[in-house]
């Protein structure tokens, strides 16, 4: 069965969802932890508010907003790597036969090893698919004594 390639123009209409993301990240509020900037133990990364009088929670007017639904990005745009390409999970050389070069790129798991990790790689380049995480957390380091 033959390879399907992407076409050129495709790619621009992948960066063009990117871009319309990201206008989309700009209007969205920054949701903090309510009365994170009061108490330094609170991280300010976001927690659902929980409390009965929780002002957050009950969207009282001069308080931050809540994460909700609504703030989500466009549909379209969803789920792309912010080159413009669509993200697919490999864990083995089998997977990447059915990317699409151009249109996808690769992301190995977390939890492939560093064998299999190079055998994914030499099939890439050979395929032409870009990984985009190719030494994953495995850092190997020599030591000289």
Known sequence: MPRKKSDPSDAVKLKK????RS?????????????SWR??????????????DNKVRKSKKGWPR???VGYR??????YLHPSGHYEVMVHNQAELESLVPG??????GATVGA???????????????????????????????
């Open 73 to 78: 990005g466009p549909l379209v745009s969803r």
């Open 39 to 52: 108490y330094d133990r609170l991280s300010p990364e976001w927690r659902k508010p929980k409390g009965l």
């Open 115 to 145: 064998r299999k990790r190079a055998l994914i790689l030499r099939r890439a380049k050979e395929l032409g698919v870009r990984v985009v995480n190719p030494t994953g957390l495995r850092i190997v380091v020599e030591s000289k004594k």
């Open 23 to 35: 206008e989309f990240a700009k209007r969205r509020p920054a949701f903090v932890r309510p009365e």
């Open 17 to 20: 969802l990117v871009e319309i």
């Open 103 to 108: 249109r996808d790129v690769a992301r190995m």
């Open 66 to 68: 809540r994460a909700k």
